[in-house]
């Protein structure tokens, strides 16, 4: 059943410092920014912004085992949003997440359909093949009803293929993929 008329949210992942230039900065990350930043600012609904955070036992975790690069630890430079997202964040919900998928974010998109009917959330961010991904996934879960939108001109990978690869992975799950561009086919498809 798609719904023709309720809220439309849209979700921004972690475009913080170490994602965009700093110690895991997608290669593709500044070249989006201003895609990004247009959808962010004449988007009309409401808006919440997730933040990879870690402290200092992040190589304790399961992430910090497989990837032992610290970053995004709490209260660095790294951590922070990028002063260019960090205005367009004003009075809206931020919510920190100590790994790729936020629970968290599921219940609070789950409430907000409850409060008044979900039609559509749109994500962008960073890292495609990773957050926005698993943010994704957890988004289709949580409202079944709605539709979930990447805006893939508005993500960067971990490498142009890793994205490519979430993107073929998304739509696999009947996440609507807007504005890609498909390096292999050399394609722009909405």
């Keep these: 059943?798609?719904?023709?008329?309720?809220?439309?949210?849209?979700?921004?992942?972690?475009?913080?410092?170490?994602?965009?230039?700093?110690?895991?900065?997608?290669?593709?990350?500044?070249?989006?920014?201003?895609?990004?930043?247009?959808?962010?600012?004449?988007?009309?609904?409401?808006?919440?912004?997730?933040?990879?955070?870690?402290?200092?036992?992040?190589?304790?975790?399961?992430?910090?085992?497989h990837l032992p690069i610290e970053h995004c630890v709490r209260g660095t430079w790294g951590w922070e949003l990028d002063s260019r997202i960090a205005l367009q964040s004003e009075d809206s919900l931020i919510l920190e997440k100590p790994t790729f998928g936020s629970l968290e974010l599921g219940a609070i998109l789950s409430d907000l359909d409850k409060e008044a009917p979900v039609r559509s959330v749109t994500m962008i961010g960073l890292v495609t093949d990773i957050c926005v991904l698993s943010n994704a996934v957890i988004a289709k879960a949580a409202l079944p009803y709605s539709e979930i939108l990447v805006d893939a001109a508005a993500t960067a990978g971990t490498t142009p293929e890793n994205k490519e690869t979430a993107l073929d992975a998304l739509e696999a799950i009947h996440v609507i993929v807007k504005n890609r561009h498909d390096a292999r086919s050399g394609l722009l498809s909405d």
Excluded at 26 to 33: K, L, Q, V, Y
């Design 1 to 65: 059943m798609k719904r023709d008329n309720g809220r439309d949210l849209l979700v921004v992942i972690d475009m913080q410092n170490d994602f965009i230039g700093g110690k895991l900065a997608a290669p593709e990350a500044e070249a989006i920014m201003p895609h990004a930043l247009d959808i962010i600012r004449g988007f009309a609904g409401d808006k919440i912004f997730t933040m990879d955070t870690h402290d200092e036992r992040y190589p304790e975790t399961n992430e910090g085992q």
